[in-house]
């Protein structure tokens, strides 16, 4: 059976302070990047999701009234160490027989560099 490994995450450094908070006081929607491979390996594939505040959320409400998000984490006011933890454990938790039941898996929160 092989376990997902997430390797890296990285965002934008606009949205994250200087003692590694997100940016609470403005309304942010950038994309993530989730370096993902196989436990035990090197290296491994690119996985793109959005993060979004709820300052976001609530002004794009207000603008569209009705909004679809997919493939969107929603955070609060957390440190990017803690939406890695969380993520980290999300992502290392997926197993499968081969690595394409785990590119579905993760397929379910990310888009895969190499999806059509």
């Not at 309304?27 to 993060?51: A, K, R, W």
């Not at 890695?84 to 895969?112: M, Q």
Request: charged share 20%; glycine share 6%.
């Amino acid at each position: 059976m092989l376990r997902a490994d997430l390797k890296g995450l990285s965002i934008s450094d606009d949205i994250v302070s200087e003692d590694g908070k997100m940016c609470a006081h403005t309304p942010f929607n950038v994309p993530v990047h989730l370096t993902v491979g196989i436990e035990g390996s090197e290296g491994g594939d690119i996985f793109v999701s959005s993060i979004c505040n709820i300052m976001w959320l609530e002004r794009e409400i207000t603008r569209a009234r009705i909004l679809i998000e997919t493939k969107t984490f929603i955070v609060g006011n957390f440190s990017l160490q803690e939406i890695e933890s969380v993520v980290r454990e999300l992502v290392n938790s997926i197993t499968s027989n081969d690595w394409n039941g785990i590119v579905a898996r993760l397929s379910e929160f990310s888009s895969w560099e190499f999806a059509n």
